[in-house]
Structures are given as structure tokens and as C-alpha cells.
């Protein structure tokens, strides 16, 4: 079983099991759709394209796609649909139970959808779903330094990457001003980018707080855009400045 095809795990809780889904189709919200597709196009670009979800028992999760341009030159993946329901956060975080994901790829990565069924292209795609849809199958929440893998031990997400497993962080390279939608209710929904890891740098995360897998990862060179292969982290220093 490759990558996302199994059950998450979020930071080592093997404990955590996913609940029954509901049978009740879900054609989603079309207002949070639209409200997140306009805070897309105020905070980075236009959305060129959804790819819409048709089968929904759950959530309905959307993905919208931006291309690169000459302010950011990487794509764009962001959800729609997970801040449909409040996350279990508890009083102590319920400023964060409402959030929405995005990915950040190398601009030559394919987004035809006709390619979809080749999983070395369709893997951040399944990433963002499935980690939007965790919180709810396991009555927990994610959020800021959360992270998760698809099994124990962590597998490839794919046949051409050895990633294996995922932090959330900030969306930095998307400017300050995306990371927080204002919501009719008077809420926040955040916005979380998903940084795939290797298996050694989720171990480090783990062992020793993400404060230092931050400095290991600014060492190694590497910033929040998803890449197959990139230099594994190692050593210490200031993640793009901020940790």
C-alpha cells in the first residue's frame, strides 16, 4: 500500500481510529466555495481552474488551482470545504477549529486532470483531501506545527518521492494577508500550507519540537515548495527567517 491509500497518523497517535462516514451525499457549500475562491484571488491570483469533487459522503472537498506567475513562481493547490464543519479543538485552541489547506508545487508540475490517475502527479492533490478530512474521521483537530503520516512506519506518498509524511505550517511564501478568512459567524478560518517531510525529519520533528526541524530544514535550503526530491534536513538554522 503506497502513501495516503492507508489510515493517517497524526504525531505517532496510533491510538486515534477514524469513524463511520456518513452515507448522506454532500454536493457542498457554494457560498464557502465562492468565499474561498475570492479570498484566493484578493490574497494570491485568479483561480484558473476547480477540480471538484464528485463523489462527497462526507465533506465535499474542492481543490482550486493557481498557475505560477511573475510574483510567484510555483503552483497553487488550496481546499474548499473543510471549513465547512468545526474541527474538535477544545476551549484552549477554538480560535483554530475552523481551517482550510493549501500546497505549494514546482511550476512544471503536471495539473492536467487527465493525468490524475498517475499518482507521481495526483499525490498533493490526495494529500490536501485526505488531511482535510483526518480531523473529522478522528474527532481531533490540525493545525499550526501538526504533523501526520500515512502509516507506521511513515511509506512514500508516491513511486518518485521518498516523502513520506507532512508538517503544517504557515502559508509564508502566500503573504500574511492569506492566512486568515473573516467568516459570516464571526470566526476565523486559517489557512495551513501542507511541507511534505522524509521519514528522519519527521523523527526529528518528533524527538526534538518543530522549532528544530525548522532550523534543520533552513539549513538544508529548503523552503515551503513541494519538490520530489530535495536535500534532506540535518542540521540547524532559522526557517525562512521566522523560527
Not at 484566493?40 to 476547480?50: G, L, N, S, W
Not at 508545487?105 to 498533493?124: A, C, I, Q, R
Request: proline content about 8%; glycine content about 8%; overall charge negative.
Amino acid at each position: 500500500m503506497t502513501g495516503l491509500r492507508g489510515s493517517l497518523l497524526a504525531d505517532g497517535n496510533l491510538g486515534v481510529q477514524p469513524a463511520r462516514r456518513d452515507l448522506v451525499q454532500n454536493p457542498g457549500d457554494p457560498e464557502l466555495i465562492d468565499a474561498v475562491e475570492a479570498h484566493i484571488a484578493q490574497h494570491v491570483a485568479p483561480v484558473d481552474r476547480v477540480f471538484h469533487e464528485i463523489v462527497s459522503p462526507d465533506l465535499h472537498i474542492d481543490v482550486h488551482h493557481v498557475r505560477p506567475n511573475h510574483d510567484r513562481r510555483f503552483r497553487t493547490l488550496v481546499t474548499s470545504g473543510m471549513s465547512e464543519r468545526p474541527m474538535s479543538t477544545g476551549e484552549e485552541a477554538a480560535e483554530f477549529r475552523f481551517a482550510e489547506l493549501a500546497i505549494l508545487l514546482e511550476p512544471n508540475w503536471t495539473m492536467e486532470h487527465s493525468k490524475f490517475g498517475d499518482e507521481n502527479v495526483y499525490w498533493p492533490v490526495r494529500l490536501l483531501k485526505t488531511v482535510a478530512r483526518f480531523p473529522f474521521e478522528c474527532g481531533t483537530w490540525v493545525g499550526m506545527g501538526h504533523s501526520i503520516a500515512a502509516a507506521n512506519p511513515p511509506e512514500p506518498m508516491a513511486p518518485a518521492t521518498e516523502l513520506s509524511s507532512a508538517i503544517l505550517l504557515p502559508p509564508l511564501s502566500l503573504g500574511e494577508g492569506f492566512s486568515r478568512m473573516p467568516r459570516g459567524d464571526g470566526a476565523m478560518t486559517y489557512f495551513w500550507t501542507i511541507l511534505p517531510l522524509y521519514t528522519e525529519e519527521l523523527a526529528l520533528k518528533l524527538e526534538k519540537g518543530t522549532d528544530a526541524l525548522m532550523d534543520a530544514l533552513d539549513v538544508a535550503g529548503v523552503d515551503d515548495i513541494v519538490r520530489q526530491t530535495r536535500p534532506r534536513a540535518g542540521a540547524r538554522r532559522r526557517f525562512l527567517g521566522l523560527f
